[in-house]
């Protein structure tokens, strides 16, 4: 089934946001983890969240493919580079990766229309 992703992850920030009012002190441990992990260091932040997107398809998470591809894009990944990563995750994770892999391709193209749009408003 195809997502529409761009509106996957809104709902998952609004989503994240209610739980971290019901449970503030593992919301805000889990948003240090992340800001700390996906900080630039030896590795960018574009290399940091290529390798999560990859991990994200061979371990299958919706979830996380529309937020790295978002967040991918955003450190300026290029698709070619998201591309290559899908093809690693293929790699990694066999044939359920290929179908989380076309899922994380079907995101890209989606956030790469909304980019486009907005650029030109």
């Given at each position: 089934?195809?997502?529409?992703?761009?509106?996957?992850?809104?709902?998952?920030?609004?989503?994240?946001?209610?739980?971290?009012?019901?449970i503030?002190?593992?919301?805000?441990?889990?948003?240090?983890?992340?800001?700390?992990?996906?900080?630039?260091?030896?590795?960018?932040?574009?290399?940091?969240?290529?390798?999560?997107?990859?991990?994200?398809?061979?371990?299958?998470?919706?979830?996380?493919?529309?937020?790295?591809?978002?967040?991918?894009?955003?450190?300026?990944?290029?698709?070619?580079?998201?591309?290559?990563?899908?093809?690693?995750?293929?790699?990694m994770?066999?044939?359920?990766?290929?179908?989380?892999?076309?899922?994380?391709?079907?995101?890209?193209?989606?956030?790469?229309v909304?980019?486009?749009?907005?650029?030109?408003?």
């Amino acid at each position: 089934m195809i997502r529409e992703y761009s509106k996957s992850y809104n709902d998952l920030m609004r989503a994240m946001k209610q739980l971290g009012t019901r449970i503030p002190d593992t919301m805000k441990g889990f948003t240090s983890l992340h800001r700390a992990s996906t900080a630039k260091g030896a590795l960018s932040k574009k290399t940091k969240e290529l390798i999560a997107l990859g991990i994200a398809i061979a371990v299958r998470c919706d979830g996380c493919i529309a937020f790295h591809v978002h967040d991918s894009l955003k450190a300026g990944a290029s698709s070619k580079e998201v591309l290559e990563t899908i093809g690693v995750a293929v790699m990694m994770g066999g044939g359920p990766s290929v179908v989380y892999g076309c899922e994380a391709m079907e995101a890209l193209n989606q956030f790469a229309v909304l980019e486009k749009n907005e650029a030109n408003i």
